[in-house]
């Protein structure tokens, strides 16, 4: 349906009898929806000539073979200092790629934040005490 608009050998257009095949076909196959529980009845019910006859309907699913009870308990754990070893060095590399903050940010930074706080504790002891006056001049 692209380039593809050659007439054939009767005259026709490829496009007029690809439309006329698309209208027709609307009407019998259904648009998926995404739902997989849809999809796969509707597999089923439409006949798919690879589903074998007992099958028609239910899913297909790859045969795996069943972990066997060593397999399926978690691996051995090694020595207690071997892993916090290992914990030590994996939190030095993480620390290793931290970007740290020069002396004037860290000043800068710790300013912003006692700033913030003592406006807030300013404003909440502030709502406080216009609450404790509106209390006590409502119930006297």
Request: charged letters at 30%.
């Amino acid at each position: 349906m692209s380039d593809e608009r050659d007439t054939r050998d009767d005259g026709s257009s490829e496009e007029n009898t690809s439309r006329a095949a698309d209208s027709a076909s609307d009407s019998s196959v259904s648009r998926p929806t995404g739902k997989r529980s849809t999809r796969r009845a509707r597999a089923g019910a439409d006949g798919d000539s690879t589903a074998a006859p007992s099958t028609r309907g239910a899913v297909a699913t790859k045969s795996r073979p069943t972990p066997k009870r060593a397999e399926a308990t978690a691996p051995k754990k090694e020595n207690i200092f071997k892993r916090l070893r290992r914990f030590f060095r994996e939190v030095i590399a993480e620390l290793r790629k931290v970007i740290w903050p020069n002396r004037k940010q860290m000043v800068t930074y710790t300013s912003v934040v006692l700033v913030f706080v003592i406006f807030m504790v300013a404003f909440i002891s502030g709502l406080d005490l216009a609450f404790i006056k509106g209390v006590s001049w409502l119930f006297g």
